[in-house]
DNA sequence: TTGTGGTTGTGCTCACAATCACAAGCAAAC
DNA sequence: GTTTGCTTGTGATTGTGAGCACAACCACAA
């Protein structure tokens, strides 16, 4: 399996084995084998074992896969080995909701900064970040953060990761339903809540 | 192209399309090649017209696609030329985040009840609705609506998801970071905002 | 030391989606 | 009416990922 090219979907999926692997690291199970862990995602076994092996061999032939050092290895693979830290634009109800998600903590992710460019929010504090000016982005390049989430309306996204990507963010969770356009370095995933739930008429 | 199955990828870019007609038409634009489209879009052309063909000729050769109607089409492909009336289940943070998100709108989706466990949040309004008690849930039998956005813990989540179906709901958008066990013929989307975001540095 | 049950790792095959190349066809100009 | 330019619609090709079957291998027991 050396010399692979490592599949875009396998990255996706990898997040999801992390997850797995820490919760039954939680429960004390010491192995699981692919069978086991694919009823538990409602995959298939050879698919898991496809997977993992893209990035060496993780298992024990007969016994399965270590949950505590396989959890430890996905974690180094996605470098979420090290608290990743990101800031957020957007300080409305959504972007709130995301700033208090429990969820980002089991892979890493610390809230680090928060901007908005409404004057009623700019100062108040939001868990423990206060929020920051639009404008002050730029300070970010001395604070060598890389990730940002962006939540904000769509007419503002694109000026908003102009400002990031120029304060030298890499990476941006995009929950705006807009293209964002930006150098081909940085990543940009979007997530389109209302067209997500669009494709669900058509299928019932 | 007549008999053919359609993609399920066609019909995830199928909301794409008819945000961009919707826009187009507000712009008074009558006509768009799918040059121009896949230039917005950042798609190729030959994508466009092959996914636009399977559902029959909806252009006009020399000359492009006529927005109105064609957004009409995709409309009504996608059933969302009559307003889709959705349930939401949890009215924390995110829940409240995702009623108030005026993105629906263009899809013609409808909040048209809220329900939570908390009594400190039974009784209260939000936007038009008032919050109900998740007990409550067997009473949309009545109701006849088949979507819910499912915004509560990923403990919660699977019995929220029960009642749900057993209500006669036939598509969740579920926004815990878990898998839903359901029955086949219910339609589930899952939006894990973490596990997005725990790709992102894999890239970076 | 050898045998056995069980599980991984992976080459191969199949299915599906993206892309290409070109014929078909429409509109407008002359 | 005919020609020209442009754009669609689609069969054929290529690329990518999923699934399968089996060889390789480990741990443990006898």
Redesign the interface.
């Known amino acids: 399996m050396k010399y692979h090219k490592i599949p875009d979907e396998t990255?996706?999926r990898?997040?999801?084995y992390?997850?797995a692997f820490s919760i039954l690291k939680t429960q004390n199970q010491e192995t699981i084998s692919s069978q086991q862990l694919a009823e538990?995602?409602?995959l298939n076994p050879p698919q898991i074992r496809k997977d993992l092996s893209y990035f060496g061999a993780f298992g024990t032939r007969g016994i399965g896969y270590p949950v505590s050092s396989t959890a430890e290895q996905i974690r180094s693979?996605?470098?979420?080995d090290v608290s990743?830290q990101?800031v957020l634009v957007g300080a409305?109800?959504?972007g709130?909701?995301?700033a208090?998600?429990p969820?980002?903590s089991?892979?890493g992710?610390d809230i680090a900064a928060i901007f908005d460019n409404d004057n009623n929010k700019i100062g108040k504090t939001i868990g423990k970040n206060l929020v920051e000016n639009v404008a002050e982005i730029v300070t970010l390049k001395a604070r060598n953060i890389?990730?940002a989430?962006l939540a904000v309306p769509?007419n503002a996204a694109q000026g908003c990761a102009d400002a990031l990507i120029d304060a030298g963010i890499?990476?941006i969770?995009n929950l705006s339903?807009c293209?964002l356009n930006v150098p081909k370095r940085v990543?940009v995933?979007t997530?389109?809540?209302?067209?997500?739930?669009?494709?669900?008429?058509?299928?019932?």
Chains 1, 2 share one sequence.
Do not use: C, N, V
């Open positions: 990255i996706k990898m997040p999801m992390l997850r538990r995602l409602h693979i996605l470098k979420l990743q990101a409305g109800r959504l709130t909701a995301i208090s998600y969820g980002f089991m892979f992710f890389r990730l989430i769509a890499k990476g969770l339903p293209y990543k995933i997530i389109d809540i209302a067209m997500e739930l669009g494709i669900l008429p058509y299928y019932i």
